[in-house]
C-alpha cells in the first residue's frame, strides 16, 4: 500500500526557515512527479512547488526565490526548503507523489502538515 507522510511543519517568525521532507512508502520504481501543495484557511488547495523525475522544477510565482524543491529518488524523499517565510505562507502543506502502480497511474497524497508564519 502507497503511503505518503509529510514532516518538518510548526511555528516560526516572520523571516525564518522551515524544512518539510515527504517520503513514499510502499512503492519500489519511477516517481514521475513529487509535489508539495498548501491550502489556507478558507482558501483553495494551491501548488507550491513540483520536482519531476527528468530534473525540471516548477514553482508558484508567490515563492520563487524563497522556496527550493529537491528530491532523492533512491529514498522515495522530496524536500521543501522554505526560507525568508511570511505570514501568508501559513497554511496547510501536503505532498503529492504522481506515479504508476499495477499499471494504474495516480496521485496519492500525505495527510498534510502544519506551517505557521507568526511573531
Known amino acids: 500500500q502507497v503511503q505518503v507522510v509529510e514532516s518538518g511543519g510548526g511555528l516560526v517568525q516572520p523571516g525564518g526557515s522551515l524544512r518539510l521532507s515527504c517520503v513514499v512508502t510502499?512503492?519500489?520504481?519511477?516517481?514521475?512527479?513529487m509535489g508539495w501543495y498548501r491550502q489556507a484557511p478558507g482558501k483553495e488547495r494551491e501548488l507550491v512547488a513540483e520536482s519531476y523525475i527528468i530534473g525540471t522544477t516548477n514553482y508558484a510565482d508567490s515563492v520563487k526565490g524563497r522556496f527550493t524543491i529537491s528530491r532523492e529518488n533512491a529514498k522515495n524523499t522530496v524536500y521543501l526548503q522554505m526560507n525568508t517565510l511570511k505570514p501568508e505562507d501559513t497554511a496547510v502543506y501536503y505532498c503529492?507523489?504522481?506515479?504508476?502502480?499495477?499499471?494504474?497511474?495516480?496521485?496519492?497524497w500525505g495527510q498534510g502538515t502544519q506551517v505557521t508564519v507568526s511573531s
Open positions: 510502499g512503492f519500489t520504481g519511477n516517481i514521475w512527479t
Open positions: 503529492k507523489a504522481f506515479l504508476t502502480k499495477d499499471s494504474r497511474p495516480n496521485n496519492y
